[in-house]
């Protein structure tokens, strides 16, 4: 029997004729996860459902084609800027809120209840919203290394303790990683953009669920602050403002 650890996607190899009949608990020797398992669900834990289990959480449909219209329109607004500033040595670059609040991002959905209203208004927004089922299909994801933002909430995966492993993750990261982590929390008694709540859950912004329709401005304005914090410290390392 073959199961695949939900929080860092390392595969265990478990010998059936040693495991008991009831639910059982393995403890992941990569990230010391604990894993419970049941021999009834073993053909549910052969290799090709666990892979298929732990794919990379796939993106909205209909998603991608506005996301790469944004994306291509600033590819173009970028060129023009230096073709400007080369020709006026800086005279029309553009205004600073505008230019982050027109990037392009992609962000991972880690929630329950209000999964596909967060989902519409980000992907109306021009954001590519990818959705995780499980903790390991958002780990997966985030191992590829393009998604800077993660909206997770208490009810996602609550079978498989979602939101904890999701936090412990983030508080497993080394600071330089997790600086190219924006993690947001929405919930429905959280106080939206309580910095010194965020900070003290290592967290870096919280949503109160009646602003889910403002969630572009409110993750634009937050995201600007974030970046203008890191300004120097990613242009001394090379990173990518998220």
Do not use: W
């Not at 073993?42 to 084609?65: F, R, Y």
Request: charged fraction near 25%.
């Amino acid at each position: 029997m073959i199961i695949r650890c939900d929080n860092c996607s390392v595969s265990l190899q478990v010998d059936e004729s040693k495991i008991p009949t009831t639910i059982f608990t393995v403890r992941c020797p990569r990230c010391s996860n604990m894993l419970r398992a049941n021999k009834d669900s073993a053909a549910a834990g052969s290799p090709a459902s666990q892979l298929e289990a732990s794919k990379p959480a796939p993106p909205v449909p209909n998603g991608p084609a506005q996301f790469e219209e944004k994306e291509s329109e600033q590819e173009i607004n970028q060129a023009l800027r230096s073709l400007l500033s080369a020709l006026q040595h800086g005279g029309a670059a553009l205004d600073k809120d505008d230019e982050i609040g027109k990037k392009a991002r992609r962000v991972l959905l880690c929630l329950g209840e209000k999964r596909d209203e967060v989902a519409a208004v980000l992907t109306g927004a021009g954001y590519k919203v990818y959705i995780a089922e499980t903790p390991a299909q958002a780990n997966e994801r985030l191992r590829e290394g393009k998604t800077g933002i993660m909206i997770f909430s208490p009810d996602f995966a609550a079978e498989l303790g979602g939101a904890a492993i999701i936090q412990q993750k983030a508080n497993a990261m080394y600071s330089s990683e997790r600086r190219k982590l924006f993690l947001v929390s929405l919930e429905d008694a959280g106080t939206t953009m309580n910095a010194h709540e965020a900070f003290l859950r290592n967290m870096n912004l919280i949503v109160n669920t009646r602003d889910i329709k403002q969630l572009p401005l409110i993750l634009n304005r937050a995201l600007i602050d974030y970046n203008d914090l890191y300004h120097y410290f990613n242009e001394a390392l090379g990173n990518q403002p998220i």
